[in-house]
C-alpha cells in the first residue's frame, strides 16, 4: 500500500525547486567567519572595544558592576559599502589572565581550524601603566601556546602559511598618501624590502596582534600633581616638556619595541568614537589580509580580485598625539623608535625582553630583564595589600596548663596570689585565699577575739557574783558544785584568770608552732563553745538560785 502511494504520485517535484534550495545553503557556507579575542584584565576597556568592533551600542552598567562571564561572546556581520555580507565577525572576550578562563578558548577556538582568520587584541589600561611590560609578556606567551595547537603535521602546515602571509604583509607595507588610494593590494608593488633588524623575531605562527592601549585620555587630564589614584606616574608635574613627557613617551619606545618583534601595530584610544572607529578599520584590515602570492604575482604582475583587501587602512602612522597614537604593523623599525626620544636603546630593550622570555616559569627575574628594567622607569603605584601577619602556632593548651604546672612546681615558695597582691601592704598569705590585706592580717583577728572575751567577761560579772555565794554556801555545807566552768572574779588580772578559750599570740611562739590553718580552725571553734558555755552557765545559775532557799528553810528546820 506504502509503496503504491508512492508511485501512485502525480508529479516529481520541478527540478528548479531543489536547485534554489541547494544554492541558498551554498551561499550561506560562503560567507566566511572572521574571530577577533580580546585580552585583558578587569576594567580595562574591553567591553567598549567589543562595542565598536560589532558597532552596536554600549552597555549602560558601568565597568565596576558588569558582571563577566567565564568567555564573553557576540557577533554581527560585517558588510561593505553595497550592504552585501562579506563576513560574519565573532568577538570572544576574556576576563583576566587567570587560567581557569584562559584555558577555555582552545575548545572554542582550536588554532587548526581558526588561526588564519583569526586576529589577537591585547588591551593594556593606562590607568595602571606600570603593568605593561608584565601583562604584555602574559598575553604574548599565551599566544605563542595557543598557536601552536596540538602540534601535528596540519597545525605546523597552517603556522607556515601564516607566518609567510603577514610576513609578505609586513614587507609591503607602505604609507598612506593624500591621494586618494585604489581598492588594490599593496601585493602589486614590485619593492620587497627586506625586515629590518629587530622585526618579527617572535610571533612564530604569524598572528595578527594589536596592542591598544585604552583610556589615553588620562595620560595628561586631572590634577597638575599626578598621584597613585590617575595615572599612577608619581608626583610629575604634567604638561609638555619636562620629565612627564619624556616619562610617557619613554613608555610608548618600550611598547613600540616589543610589538616590532612580534610584527604587531600599537593603538592609543580614547571613548571618542573617532578613536574607536580607527581600530575597527585596522582590525577589519589585518582581518583581511590575503594569503600570500606566488612568485609570479610578487614580480609585479596584477594581483587578482580575489587576493585583494577590501579594507585598505586609510590612516597614516601618528606617534606625536599621546592620546590617538597609531603604529600600524610594517612601519615601525629601531630608527624610527629612537628618533622620538634620544638616549633609547631600542637593541638593550629587545635583548631584555629576549632574556625574560627565555627564563623558565618560577626563575627569578634577571637583573637584565625587561620587567626589572621597566620597574625602574615605572615605579609600581598600584594599591597594596596589608602584609599577613606572621604565622603563629599555639600551643595545645593541656599541654600549656602542663608546661607552668611543672615550673610552679620547682619553685614551691612561689604563690601565684601574689601577683594580686599590693607591695604597700603585708605579704602574710592565708590558706583560704590572699589574706594580705590590713582587714585580715592575724594580729587584727587576735585583737577583735581579745576585745570579744573582755566584753564577755563584763556581762556575766552578775552570774560570778550569784555563783560564789551559791559556792560559799556550799562550802559550809562540805559540798562543792560540779560545773566545770570556773569564772575569775570581778577585777582580777588577766594573767590571773584562767580562760577557756584559746588566744591567738602576735607572734609565732604564741601559737605553739601551731600552723595558720590550725590557729585559724581553734579560733572557730572557740567561738562555738563558747555559745555552749554562756548556756550552761545560765543553767547553774538558775539551778542555784533555786536550791538556795532550800537550804535556808532546812536550816530554820533544824534550828
Known sequence: MMEESRSSTPEAPPQDLWSS???????????????????GQPSSGKSLLASALLQKPVSDDSEESRTDFALGYDWSDVKDGDE?????????????????????LPHFLPSKNVLPHTAVMIVLDWTRPWTFVEELETWLKWVEQWAKGDGSREVEIVREENRERLQVH?????????????????????????????????NSAGVPIVV???????????????????????GMVKGKGGEWEERTDSIMQV?????????????????????????????LHLLFIPPAPSPGVSAGVEAPASIRNPFVF???????DRDRIVVPAGWDSWGKITVLRE???????????DTDIEASEGESEEASGAKRMYRSLVPDQGEKLPPLPPFNAPMAEQAFLAKHYDENAKKPDRDPRGAFRNPAESATAGIVGPMGSSSFSLPTVERALSEMEASMGGSTSLSASVNGDTTRKLSRGGTRPTSGLSVGAPGASAAGRTSTSPTLGTST???????????????????????????????????????????NGSADDTS
Request: contains cysteine.
Open 509 to 551: 611562739n604564741a601559737t605553739g608552732g601551731q600552723t595558720q590553718h590550725e590557729v585559724l580552725q581553734n579560733f572557730f571553734q572557740s567561738l562555738l563553745s563558747s555559745k555552749d558555755r554562756a548556756g550552761q552557765s545560765a543553767a547553774a545559775s538558775r539551778t542555784a538560785a533555786t536550791q538556795s532557799p532550800k537550804a
Open 314 to 320: 586609510h590612516h597614516k602612522p601618528n606617534t606625536l
Open 343 to 353: 638616549g633609547f636603546e631600542a637593541k638593550s630593550w629587545g635583548e631584555a625582553w
Open 212 to 234: 591598544v592601549c585604552t583610556k589615553a585620555d588620562l595620560i595628561d587630564e586631572g590634577s597638575n600633581l599626578i598621584g597613585p589614584g590617575t595615572s599612577g606616574m608619581g
Open 84 to 104: 552585501d555580507t562579506l563576513a560574519r565577525l565573532s568577538v570572544y572576550t576574556v576576563p583576566s589572565d587567570a587560567k581557569a578562563y584562559s584555558a577555555l
Open 21 to 39: 534550495i541547494l544554492d541558498s545553503v551554498s551561499s550561506t557556507r560562503s560567507i566566511p567567519s572572521k574571530q577577533v579575542l580580546i585580552l
Open 255 to 283: 611598547l613600540r619595541t616589543i610589538c616590532l618583534k612580534y610584527g604587531a601595530a600599537l593603538f592609543y584610544t580614547t571613548p571618542q568614537p573617532s578613536t574607536l572607529q580607527v581600530i575597527r578599520q585596522y582590525t
Open 170 to 202: 609586513l614587507q609591503h607595507y607602505t604609507e598612506p598618501s593624500t591621494d586618494t588610494l585604489p581598492a588594490t593590494s599593496n601585493l602589486t608593488s614590485s619593492t620587497v624590502l627586506p625586515l629590518g633588524p629587530g622585526t618579527f623575531t617572535h
